[in-house]
């Protein structure tokens, strides 16, 4: 299997030399394992998802910890949290940076027991699965115009792509796997078929606004269960919630998120989606493409060790800007069309928005499906595959 150079290879190696823990945290199958130890060959490796390890780990934390006097990577620490207090104990007595390396594949019960026990004490590094930049660089994936669609089909999961698996395969197996274990572990559901149909219309729903009733009137739960539901998917890293952006401009705008996955290629596949012909065509192949370039802003954002902001634009008059990014300098603008190529209705709601906001607006862009980067009227033309650089220019401004 080919070891792909990550992004945030060397955030991760700088948050070391300043933290004597730091945590990875990420979907499940996103490279965690993979990047860690690349990073830190010469510290020792534990997996706790290993039966006879975590019993060990759970029962006996002081004498498992006295193993690795000098730290260690230790996997999947949502096994054994009670280790959190025991490592808080080990660092202050020895300070020294760098000392454990932990991942995690959610966020619900250990986000409290990593404030209580290592409140100061580590960064976390968020790694989602794998960016265009990062195929591109490996060798794996060579974007164009012409095949943005096999590469929504494939998504980011690192196996797909390092052992040229099926899609298919591996997403079916994947989502299986999450809803049987993950899903089952983190909360006790009864109802799993329900829960996988909620997965799957919230995929139907990717891009749009969310609304609890009419989804849980679907799938034959209450409004509090499709909520509960969501913070799940959220918190396992399969889906993301967009906010509207709120600032009073004297206009009415909406105040419900929208809804966007983690992985493009899992979205595909819950819709049935199997080959490029099918999403050619598919009536919401517009939805996803918007999907993976804001996807692609988050992955840039995130390998940065950058946590600025992402909203969405819409006013009661239908009024719309698909992406915020908001960070000190003011707005970048970003509106998203499939199309390859310019038509100048694209640029209507940029101007319309950019109106409406003045002067807080920093830069506008427009990600199309086209070849070609260029600019019209004070907007930056970009094709999808360079949605990336509108991050690093808001980086390098800070």
Not at 168 to 174: G, I, K, T
Not at 219 to 241: D, M, P
Not at 242 to 265: E, Q
Not at 303 to 311: A, F
Request: aromatic letters at 8%.
């Amino acid at each position: 299997m080919k070891n792909i150079h990550r992004q945030a290879h060397s955030l991760l190696l700088e948050r070391a030399a300043l933290y004597p823990v730091v945590t990875v945290l990420g979907p499940r199958q996103s490279g965690k394992t993979t990047l860690c130890r690349l990073a830190f060959p010469h510290k020792p490796y534990v997996n706790l998802e290993q039966p006879d390890t975590r019993e060990f780990a759970i029962e006996d934390p002081l004498s498992f910890l006295a193993q690795f006097s000098n730290g260690a990577v230790l996997d999947e620490i949502q096994n054994a949290p009670a280790l959190l207090s025991w490592i808080q104990v080990q660092t202050d007595a020895r300070p020294q940076n760098g000392q454990f390396i932990l991942t995690r594949s959610h966020q619900l019960q250990l986000n409290a027991q990593v404030t209580q026990s290592l409140a100061g004490r580590t960064a976390v590094v968020e790694l989602l699965p794998l960016s265009l930049y990062e195929l591109e660089t490996a060798g794996l994936f060579a974007p164009t115009s012409d095949n943005v669609d096999q590469w929504m089909l494939r998504g980011g999961y690192p196996r797909i792509h390092a052992q040229h698996m099926p899609p298919e395969v591996m997403l079916s197996d994947y989502f299986a796997t999450y809803v049987e274990r993950d899903v089952r572990q983190l909360i006790n559901i009864r109802l799993l078929r329900e829960f996988g149909q909620c997965v799957r219309l919230l995929a139907g729903r990717t891009g749009q606004l969310l609304n609890h009733s009419g989804l849980g009137n679907e799938v034959g739960v209450n409004s509090n269960t499709i909520s509960q539901w969501l913070n799940l998917l959220e918190a396992s890293f399969l889906v993301f919630r967009l906010a509207p952006w709120s600032v009073n401009i004297g206009k009415r705008l909406v105040k419900s998120p929208k809804v966007y996955f983690y992985d493009i290629g899992l979205a595909c596949w819950l819709l049935g989606i199997k080959t490029t012909e099918q999403l050619k065509h598919h009536p919401l192949r517009g939805a996803l493409f918007e999907n993976l370039v804001i996807l692609e802003v988050l992955k840039s954002l995130r390998n940065q060790g950058l946590r600025d902001p992402l909203y969405f634009f819409r006013n009661s008059n239908g009024v719309e800007v698909d992406l915020f990014l908001e960070h000190a300098e003011g707005l970048q603008m970003i509106e998203i069309k499939s199309s390859q190529t310019i038509a100048a209705p694209f640029f209507k709601n940029l101007k319309a928005v950019s109106e409406m906001i003045g002067s807080r607006v920093k830069s506008q862009f427009l990600i199309y499906g086209g070849p070609a980067a260029q600019e019209r009227s004070k907007v930056k033309i970009l094709p999808y595959w360079q949605t990336a650089s509108i991050v690093h220019r808001s980086a390098a401004s800070k």
